[in-house]
C-alpha cells in the first residue's frame, strides 16, 4: 500500500521560509519520480514541482520558480520541498505523490496524493 505522510507547514510570514517533507512507503521510491502540488483555498489543485527519480532534474511552476526548492534523500525514502520568500498566495495545503506532472497535465484526484500539510503566510 503507497503511503505519502507531508509534514513542516505553519504559519509564516511573508517573506519567511519553511522546508516541508514527505515520506513515502509502499513502493520504489527510488526508481520514482516524485511530485508537490497545492490547493489554495476555494481552488482546484496547483502542480507545484517535480523531480526525477535520482535527483538530478527537477521542474517547476513558474509562479514559484527562484522561491522554491525541491530536493530528495532516497536513502531516506523522504521528499523535501523548501519554501522560500513565502507570499500570502503561497498559502494552500500542499501534497505530495509519485510520477511526473507539470503545467499542462490534468492532476489526478485527492486520493493519489498524501494528506496534505497546511502552509499558511500572514502577517
Known amino acids: 500500500e503507497v503511503q505519502l505522510v507531508e509534514s513542516g507547514g505553519g504559519l509564516v510570514q511573508p517573506g519567511g521560509s519553511l522546508r516541508l517533507s514527505c515520506v513515502a512507503s509502499g513502493f520504489t521510491f527510488s526508481s520514482s519520480f516524485m511530485t508537490w502540488v497545492r490547493q489554495a483555498p476555494g481552488k482546484g489543485l496547483e502542480w507545484v514541482s517535480t523531480i526525477d527519480s535520482g535527483g538530478a532534474s527537477t521542474y517547476y511552476a513558474d509562479s514559484v520558480k527562484g522561491r522554491f526548492t525541491i530536493s530528495r534523500d532516497n536513502a531516506k525514502n523522504t521528499l523535501y520541498l523548501q519554501l522560500g520568500s513565502l507570499k500570502t498566495e503561497d498559502t494552500a495545503m500542499y501534497y505530495c505523490?509519485?510520477?511526473?506532472?507539470?503545467?499542462?497535465?490534468?492532476?489526478?484526484?485527492?486520493?493519489?496524493w498524501g494528506q496534505g500539510t497546511q502552509v499558511t503566510v500572514s502577517s
Open positions: 505523490g509519485r510520477g511526473y506532472f507539470n503545467k499542462y497535465y490534468i492532476l489526478p484526484p485527492k486520493n493519489h
